[in-house]
């Protein structure tokens, strides 16, 4: 079992940054790909950006590839989302998810991962 909770969620303006951070807990995490997910009031959750185990791989919605940053330290359970040159429309609740077992590749769709954080609120405004 892995537990996620995301933070650094905030208000910020068009073009701030944010890191949004994702702590696991359990032994899994370090082996098993991650993703960050977020949905919009009144939209469907979608996939911003995925990692695999050992870092090596990663993989971006076209809506945010080249201003958001995935990364993740095993040695302290944690993924990262740093977020760039924010815009109006990244505006949604931020979710970390982890797929169970060893996460050799990325993977964007949500129905490939296992547990879910509850979620951080990026609000920005213009």
């Known amino acids: 079992q892995v537990q996620l909770v995301e933070s650094g969620g905030g208000l910020a303006q068009a073009g701030d940054s944010l890191r949004l951070s994702c702590a696991a807990s359990?032994?899994?995490?370090?082996?098993?790909?991650m993703g960050w997910f977020r949905q919009a009031p009144g939209k469907e959750r979608e996939f911003v950006a995925s990692?695999?185990?050992?870092?090596?791989?990663?993989y971006y919605s076209s809506s945010v590839e080249g201003r958001f940053t995935i990364s993740r330290d095993n040695g302290k359970n944690t993924g990262y989302l740093q977020m760039n040159s924010l815009k109006r429309e990244d505006t949604a609740v931020y979710f970390c998810?982890?797929?169970?077992?060893?996460?050799?590749?990325?993977?964007?769709?949500?129905?490939?991962?296992?547990?879910w954080g509850q979620g951080t609120q990026v609000t920005v405004s213009s």
């Open positions: 359990g032994r899994t995490f370090s082996s098993s790909a």
């Open positions: 998810a982890v797929r169970r077992g060893l996460g050799t590749s990325t993977y964007q769709y949500a129905s490939s991962y296992d547990y």
């Open positions: 990692i695999n185990w050992s870092a090596t791989s990663t």
